[in-house]
């Protein structure tokens, strides 16, 4: 079989991992957009690297856009295959990628006004919401643990890697000339410790290991300890400085999190009176699909749970859905929390949150995830002085603060951990993915000091023959 790296190579984003038989059959491991890379952004998109009709499955890890967000593109162009994965992942997807095809249409709508005033001819969105919608009907999801029988010659199972509501490592097996050969792909890799959902489990012995590698260079700080930072940031700017917090946080995972935190603080009643407002109708309905989903959740929450039926709402939470309500937080001239999407500040409510606040030595910016390098949320992280929201120059006056904790992802000690259910003598061939390049040749000296035989680094295009 030949495994072709099409996208998460040698960088964080847009995951695409081609495989092709003997037989000739194309299972294509994740599907993901292409996020956060300026100019460059679209044309990657488009450029897929196979013809979309010819692929027969893919199998997805999990929901997040960078894995899921060009299945509705390859739909749309006649992929009719299945897409194989997890529960929870199939019902976050039916809302996320709705979501990403709402919001191709209202930027291809404002870029095209720019290109009529140039002159030139409209474009058209990657792909459109009521596509994304049409796309779901090739989901077929499996409950974790249960291995699926694809076809004769390819069988699949997932097993929960803690990253986010169903996200799933996914053990393949494909029989090839009476011989089968066990791929196991990771997807993202959760922190063995999560506030709401269960750590990740050991999972089958791999022939060829396929592993993420995204905080390969770095160890994040305890949990405990970054709840506390939290609260202390939000006593800090609301009675200290009477100030607005506003805390860019991705719509699905870190923005339950920190509600989740908040709501403990609450209970234990050390949370300040301030508002809380969580201004995101994405991260609204993800909520609701985390309340249906309480198999994912880990004993503490369930717990939690028993004398607190709803730990992600309280009474100073409010959930804001209307753009018109969005604005109106703006004019709030008294401290209070804004939780907004992006994660990455590259998009969404939080830009115009930022706009309206960042200039203000008052407020504070609390990044809870990571950023990838080319976007706004790395610029005001990195220190930048004065950056560009929306066009327009901002001076950075307001305090910056980062809790990396609150990250879905692994540091490199907890990966390696994950990783340690495996018998590293008889992995054949393996392989770091999504990763910044720095980061994943210290995490490859890593693996390799934990006994990994020359783990490859692909970059985007390179094939290999197994």
Do not use: W
């Not at 095809?101 to 006004?113: L, R, S």
């Not at 097993?159 to 053990?171: E, K, V």
């Not at 709803?310 to 309500?325: H, Q, V």
């Not at 995830?369 to 949320?377: A, D, I, V």
Request: proline residues 4%.
């Amino acid at each position: 079989m030949i495994i072709k790296f099409l996208g998460a190579a040698r960088e964080v984003t847009g995951s695409k991992h081609l495989i092709i038989t003997r037989s000739g059959k194309r299972v294509l491991l994740d599907c993901g957009m292409f996020q956060g890379k300026g100019l460059e952004t679209d044309a990657m998109n488009r450029d897929l690297g196979f013809e979309p009709s010819g692929i027969d499955h893919i199998i997805l890890t999990h929901a997040h856009i960078d894995h899921s967000g060009l299945i509705p593109y390859v739909y749309k162009l006649g992929f009719r295959g299945s897409v194989i994965c997890t529960h929870a992942t199939r019902d976050l997807c039916a809302i996320m990628l709705a979501d990403a095809g709402y919001i191709q249409e209202h930027d291809t709508y404002t870029f095209n006004k720019k290109r009529a005033r140039q002159g030139l001819e409209p474009v058209e969105p990657i792909y459109t919401r009521i596509e994304a919608l049409e796309s779901m009907v090739l989901f077929l999801s499996v409950p974790y643990n249960r291995k699926l029988h694809v076809d004769e010659n390819i069988k699949v199972k997932f097993t929960n890697t803690g990253h986010m509501l169903g996200s799933g490592a996914a053990n393949i097996e494909i029989k090839e000339n009476g011989r089968i050969t066990r791929i196991s792909y990771t997807g993202d890799i959760g922190r063995p410790v999560n506030r709401i959902l269960k750590s990740p489990e050991d999972f089958p012995q791999a022939d060829i290991l396929i592993t993420e590698s995204t905080y390969g260079d770095r160890l994040h700080e305890d949990k405990t300890r970054s709840e506390e930072k939290l609260l202390k940031v939000v006593n800090e700017t609301c009675v200290d400085k009477g100030g607005k917090l506003i805390i860019p946080s991705f719509s699905v995972g870190r923005t339950q999190e920190i509600i989740y935190s908040l709501n403990n603080f609450y209970n234990e009643r050390r949370l300040p009176k301030v508002d809380i407002f969580v201004d995101s109708p994405l991260a609204i309905n993800a909520t609701n699909i985390f309340r249906l989903h309480p198999e994912c959740f880990n004993k503490r929450i369930l717990e939690v749970m028993e004398t607190d039926p709803d730990p992600f709402g309280f009474n100073t939470l409010s959930y804001i859905l209307s753009a018109e309500d969005s604005k109106k937080l703006n004019d709030i001239t008294k401290p209070c929390i804004i939780i907004s999407a992006s994660g990455m500040m590259e998009a969404g409510r939080v830009k115009h949150h930022l706009a309206h606040s960042i200039s203000n030595p008052r407020n504070t910016v609390l990044a809870v995830g990571y950023c990838s390098p080319q976007t706004l949320g790395a610029r005001i992280l990195r220190g930048d002085k004065r950056v560009s929201i929306h066009g327009r120059l901002y001076e950075v006056n307001a305090d910056i603060r980062r809790i990396d904790s609150y990250s879905g992802h692994g540091d490199y000690r907890e990966m390696l951990q994950f990783l340690g259910c495996q018998d590293t003598s008889r992995i054949i061939r393996s392989f770091i993915v999504h990763g910044e390049e720095e980061s994943q040749k210290i995490y490859r000296k890593k693996m390799m000091e934990n006994g990994f035989s020359s783990p490859e680094i692909p970059s985007r295009g390179d094939e290999y023959e197994i």
